[in-house]
């Protein structure tokens, strides 16, 4: 029997606690560090979010702080929950300037009320940092923060489908129903929340081929290049992000 969507990613009740108990630390620290936060955008079926465990791992012993991973599970999650959200809020640095970043990215949206709480967290949720936020639209609604390194994975349709049908367990043509349905829902979805191309590689830092370059290169490469754009990620030194780059695409 074919497993549900769902099962590709873990539960978020230990991703939670983690980035709370993170922010909790960071805040009774003597000098708050500045960590930059990482968006992942993926064509349906590309390796999204195991991409974002290897870079997590990555990160983790890099800076020596637990990072936490926000997909579409956990930031509804935080959108959604009262306490949560005056956690957010509390742990955040400035959150007049979260505000004036909404206020900018507000532009970009609809009258989408779901969608636009999940931007009034999303944000905020970057600019604290240690975050790595997949899909959302992360890279769109963060693009102009400099905290903020925006990373793309695509892959041909057969390499999607190859993809789901091993992770999902189930045969190919199905598979194949799957991924066609579902990248048609994605393009919805960001064409009218952010009436904009998500596939434009002017939105990315990097944007690697997921069907030729494993999720583990594709980590490494990543971490080099925060580390390039933020040149002292273990002590939070802040810097711009580096000029865009393709790879392997």
């Known amino acids: ?22 922010q909790e630390r960071l805040a009774r620290s003597h000098q708050r560090r500045n960590l930059p936060t ?3 955008s993926r064509e349906f079926g590309c390796q999204g979010y195991p991409l974002a465990l290897h870079l997590k791992t990555l990160l983790d012993e890099v800076t020596g ?7 579409k599970a956990l930031v509804d999650q935080v959108a959604s929950d009262e306490k949560l959200s005056r956690e957010l809020l509390a742990h955040l640095g400035n959150e007049s300037h979260a505000q004036d970043v909404l206020r900018t990215h507000f532009g970009f949206l609809t009258h989408d009320d779901a969608y636009a709480k999940v931007v009034q967290h999303l944000v905020p949720i970057a ?3 240690g975050a790595i936020i997949v899909g959302r639209g992360g890279a769109v609604v963060c693009q102009d923060m400099k905290n903020c ?11 999607r489908v190859r993809s789901i049908a091993r992770r999902l367990e189930m045969p190919m043509e199905d598979a194949g129903d799957v991924v066609r349905v579902q990248s048609k829902l994605r393009e919805k979805f960001i ?5 904009t191309d998500i596939t434009s590689f002017h939105w990315y ?19 080099r290049l925060v580390e390039c754009g933020w040149p002292d990620l ?3 030194y802040k810097a711009g992000p580096a000029h865009p780059t393709l790879v392997g695409s």
């Open 65 to 71: 702080l637990p990072w936490t991973i926000f997909d």
């Open 191 to 195: 064409s009218e929340c952010l009436h």
């Open 205 to 223: 830092d990097a944007v690697f081929n997921n069907g030729r370059q494993r999720v583990e290169s594709v980590a490494q490469a990543c971490l």
């Open 149 to 159: 390194f925006h990373f793309r994975l695509v892959g041909s349709f057969e390499f």
């Open 234 to 236: 273990k002590g939070g």
């Open 38 to 40: 990482i968006t992942i």
């Open 1 to 22: 029997m074919p497993k549900p969507l769902a099962s590709l990613v873990p539960s978020i009740e230990k991703r939670e606690c983690t980035w709370t108990e993170l």
């Open 127 to 129: 600019m604290a940092g």
